[in-house]
T-cell receptor, first 110, second 116 residues
Framework: RKEVEQDPGPFNVPEGATVAFNCTYS??????FFWYRQDCRKEPKLLMS???SGNEDGRFTAQLNRASQYISLLIRDSKLSDSATYLC???????????FGTGTRLTVIP | GAGVSQSPSNKVTEKGKDVELRCDPI?????LYWYRQSLGQGLEFLIY????????KSGLPSDRFSAERTGGSVSTLTIQRTQQEDSAVYLC??????????????FGPGTRLTVL
């Protein structure tokens, strides 16, 4: 079983829509959680960290459910510039590296 | 300030040749990571350097892969006797080396390696 699993999409949504991505992780020793954004042929960039209590950054809201080992990202009022691949990322206690999902592709349509 | 830089940006090589990929981390970052991203795959961890500690090589896929970090800064990833399955984007990241959520990894633009 993969460390991190995501629905690859693609998600095609109109401008202004609300879209949600989900992600599950397999290792209960996972400690830190992130969403990264990756534009086509570019490097991943940190979008936001995910805190246990849930957190919001403008139009973006991240949630963590440790009991279900589940992470979500909600994007409200989608913009054309939100089109990208969203990577669910986990760091496990005692591990040096990050574990990445394969990403969910989002296209926001005019 | 300057981000993580990598060179070359693209490398095309013939099967069986050796290649060297370079990474310059962000100044002051003690931790350095190499990952690779194959088409349609998630990022795969290769190796991790932290200060003067022995590197974590647990992600290297074979003994054809090796990496060095000189003077705690620049790192070189070497792939010997390249195979077609080595074709991927090789991404370097660096971080301050702190525990937990505050240790954000910043990625370089990657080197796209194509083995013919």
């Amino acid at each position: 079983r993969k460390e991190v699993e995501q629905d690859p999409g693609p998600f095609n949504v109109p401008e202004g829509a609300t879209v949600a991505f989900n992600c599950t992780y397999s290792n209960s020793a996972s400690q830190s959680f992130f969403w990264y954004r990756q534009d086509c042929r570019k490097e991943p960039k940190l979008l936001m960290s995910v805190y246990s209590s849930g957190n919001e950054d403008g139009r973006f809201t991240a949630q963590l459910n440790r009991a279900s080992q589940y992470i979500s990202l909600l994007i409200r009022d989608s913009k054309l510039s939100d089109s990208a691949t969203y990577l669910c990322v986990v760091r496990r206690w005692g591990a040096n590296n990050l574990f990445f999902g394969t990403g969910t592709r989002l296209t926001v349509i005019p | 300030g300057a981000g993580v830089s990598q060179s070359p940006s693209n490398k095309v090589t013939e099967k069986g040749k050796d290649v060297e990929l370079r990474c310059d981390p962000i100044s002051g970052h003690t931790a350095l990571y190499w990952y690779r991203q194959s088409l349609g795959q998630g990022l795969e961890f290769l190796i991790y350097f932290q200060g003067n500690s022995a590197p974590d090589k647990s992600g290297l896929p074979s003994d054809r892969f090796s990496a060095e970090r000189t003077g705690g800064s620049v790192s070189t990833l070497t792939i010997q006797r390249t195979q077609q399955e080595d074709s991927a984007v090789y991404l370097c990241a660096s971080s301050l080396g702190r525990e937990g959520l505050k240790d954000t990894q910043y990625f370089g633009p990657g080197t796209r390696l194509t083995v013919l």
